[in-house]
């Protein structure tokens, strides 16, 4: 469950951008962004479970959320904790459980070996702090998108939907300059 104070979304939909394409070639691994990061900084989808304090209509909400570096390319998005495990059983086969921040504590000693037992599903493990991100510059960011939102300023160009299977195709088109805007994929 999410720890108090936090939403579990469950992904619908991941944009691909030009940084995604710039993270994965390597070009910023001088910044952290080495292999076997998972791409997707902007995600949209519904949430399915909060925790304390947060309030219960957010159930059942489709939201929008940006994850700041990736993750994205996950089912679901948790923060750590005691039952951090238990995700492992919702996931589908190669699912990604992404652990955003540890405000719920650090997950079980065994988590590495409840992990390992589901290897025949080849489930992906990864890890997000927006630590990483200076709170004050968080802030600002975060203060001056919504102001533009709300004011209408802001406008998504998308320039394909495709299913999250041809993630890889979102990614040729974007190495191939073929692109204008966002390609978002959806499950």
Known sequence: MPAPGEALITTEAVGVAG????????????YGFREGHIPGGEVAGTVTAVGDGVGPA???????????????????AVVAGPDMPTFLDRLNPNGR?????????????????????????????????AATVPAAARRAVRVEQFAAADRGELQTVVHEVLPLEQSVV??????????????VLTS
């Open 170 to 183: 979102a990614h040729q088109k974007m190495d191939a300059g073929e692109v204008f805007g966002r390609i």
């Open 58 to 76: 957010w159930v059942g909400q489709r939201v929008w959320a940006f994850t700041g570096t990736g993750g994205g390319y996950a089912e679901q």
């Open 97 to 129: 459980l992404v652990a955003v921040g540890a405000v719920g504590g650090q997950p079980p000693a065994d988590f590495g070996t409840r992990l390992m037992a589901a290897f025949q599903k080849s489930m992906s493990f990864a890890t997000f702090s």
């Open 19 to 30: 940084a995604d394409v710039l993270i994965r070639s390597g070009a910023l691994a001088a």
